[in-house]
């Protein structure tokens, strides 16, 4: 079956509120909401069919784009590639030119609107902060909880608690201590932990060995985030087929923690991102300066540990 390019728009307010318009009831994936968005004609690059769509739907004139995520689906009927763009300028007011209902939903509003199983990760995507920080060494516990704290006040949306060696018993109690800061800033906490003990948190992150070690996503963890490590086009299978969250994949660049593995390079991680169903995170030698060509590359942004924590 031939796969159906299509071009996708993700357009935002002043205040951060997204558009989503309604299918048609007829259409392919009919009553369902959407990112506007259409098909790719021959000839078209993706960019020059969103601005042509974005106007023959909604009337807006968008000029500035940035990669969010590349999707393909196989619905059974129909195999689609989304593409997808944020929109980072337009002209015009936005109206439903088809005569298609429009609403502006904030990313935490998402969830809650029925959409194509193919935009699961798009709406993932737009939830998740292009920055994720994992913690470092610490001495002691306030040192840990200090150090979380100077993260959340430099605009830390989202982190990953990792203290090998710690106790399990004493790893859970830091973790309680932290998401209470996190969810005070308005932050999540995935920990790195075993996800078949008890724990609180917004989600879990499995290492490599956890990810292997996994066959299915257990149903305890269905409304968690759920995220892994990935080295190899094997891992980012494996994640695809138990419908992780976002993963990392890594070393991109060459890093103090793993000197010795060697970097995959941006060109990979390109190809890598590209059969990933999940926003992927550049993880080795990253920095915020990395986050646009992360973006560029299919990835949803940069991880890492030295250059935050
Ligand atoms: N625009 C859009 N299409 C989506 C999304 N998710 C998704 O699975 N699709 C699928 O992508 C395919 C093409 O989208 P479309 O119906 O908007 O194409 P179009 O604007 O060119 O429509 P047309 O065929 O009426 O000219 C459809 O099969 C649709 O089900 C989405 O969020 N936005
Ligand atoms: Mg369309």
Redesign the pocket.
Known sequence: MKQ?H???GVITDANGKILIAK?PQV???GGL???????VEPGETVQQALTR?LF??LDVQCSDFVPVIQIS?D?GD?Q?L?D?YRVVSFTGTAIGKEGQPLNWVSPSELGSYP?????YP?VNALQLPDRLVITGDFASQPECLARVDACLVRGAKLLQLRAPELEQEAFIRLAQRVLARCHREGAKLVINADPSQPFTADGVHLNGKRLSDMSERPPALADLLVGASCHSAQDIHKANRLGLDYIFLSPVQPSASHPNAKPLGWAAFAEFTAFAKMPVYALGGMSDDNILTAKEAGGQGVAGISAWW
């Not at 909401?33 to 098909?39: A, D, S, Y």
């Not at 959409?115 to 935009?119: G, I, K, L, M, Q």
């Open positions: 159906v299509v071009a996708v299918r259409a392919h994936q909401w959407e990112f506007p968005g259409g098909k769509e023959e739907e689906h619905y129909k689609v989304l997808v959409f194509p199983a193919a935009n798009i």
